[in-house]
């Protein structure tokens, strides 16, 4: 009955990998193929499908092989991911705070975020490669235990945190007197605006994947902190309730990645107007992306590298 439970579990894990590898490859080729979206407003978007995608794809070779070091890229992919959420806050709030916004385009450009992705995977691999060439088992369980998953759950809190002073700062924002019979609205002024907006639906979407997140990683963390106890002799769960617990939360583990994409396609109009550009001929090609790349998309042929 374990066996089998295991077995049909693990089949559903490798479906789910399969089906998010293939919604997060489609997400980077509507992103890459699609010119109005090739701009530093999704710049984010692309390196989370990115992480996922990687992530499906350790979670498929370690469903294979069990290897230490597979479930080290495993989890230093879901590691990125979690980062980018963060980077995400980060990038918007600098964004809203540094005015003109013209000055945030000269400072935030495509190479440097290209450099700060490159520095989270650089992070997040010194993190657990290292843990699995080096480590013991003993110490690898503790860090796992008490270290990644607080250190995890720290990176969740000051997203969140950071997500709250966000949407202060928007709801605080005070649009420029548009209506005011002959008032001259500053260049500036019009990009702030279109900025506030672009920031509010980005965090909707990534305060969305957050929680979601959120709620896919704890049971398989609470099962890292149980199989402490239970190797180190102080719980008594047995073996098969233990690997049936971690075989059905490593199901859920890889639920997020595969729901990633399902929200871009819900909150992003300017992803789903590209996607049906891209892949339905039958529609028109040069479709009007709305507020989404209201002011970036006019960036696009600026130098950002």
């Not at 980077?87 to 705070?97: D, E, G, M, P, S």
């Not at 702030?192 to 305060?207: D, E, G, H, K, Y």
């Not at 339905?280 to 130098?303: A, H, I, K, S, W």
């Amino acid at each position: 009955m374990v066996s089998s439970f295991a077995t049909v579990t693990n089949y559903f894990i490798a479906v789910i990998a399969v089906l998010a590898l293939l919604e997060n490859l489609l997400v980077m080729v509507v992103l890459a193929k699609t010119s109005h979206l090739r701009i530093k407003y999704f710049a984010f978007v692309f390196s989370l499908a990115l992480a996922d995608l990687v992530f499906s794809v350790m979670a498929i070779a370690f469903s294979i092989n069990r290897a230490q070091f597979l479930s080290a890229l495993l989890q230093s992919s879901f590691f990125v991911s979690v980062l980018m959420i963060l980077a995400v806050a980060v990038n918007r709030y600098l964004a809203l705070t540094i005015t003109p916004p013209s000055r945030y385009d000269a400072l935030v450009t495509r190479c440097r975020l290209v450099v700060v992705c490159l520095l989270l995977w650089c992070f997040s691999l010194a993190l657990h490669l290292p843990v699995v060439l080096v480590a013991s088992s003993e110490v690898r369980l503790i860090l796992s235990a008490w270290f990644r998953s607080p250190l995890i759950l720290a990176v969740w809190i000051v997203t969140a945190v950071l997500y709250f002073f966000v949407f202060r700062k928007i709801k605080g924002y005070v649009p420029p007197l548009a209506s005011s019979p002959g008032l001259s609205i500053p260049d500036d002024s019009e990009q702030a605006a279109t900025r506030v907006r672009q920031t509010r639906r980005l965090l909707v979407t990534f305060s969305i994947i957050l929680v979601t997140s959120c709620i896919c990683w704890i049971p398989y963390n609470i099962g890292q902190i149980i199989e402490y106890f239970i190797e180190t002799g102080q719980s008594t769960i047995s073996d098969d309730t233990s690997n049936n617990y971690n075989t059905f939360t490593g199901f859920i583990y890889c639920l997020s990645p595969a729901i990633n994409p399902l929200i871009y396609w819900w909150r992003l109009d300017g992803f789903r107007q590209g996607f049906n550009a891209l892949f339905c001929r039958c529609l028109p090609q040069n479709q009007d992306f709305g507020e989404m790349v209201d002011y970036e998309v006019q960036q696009n042929t600026e130098t950002m590298g």
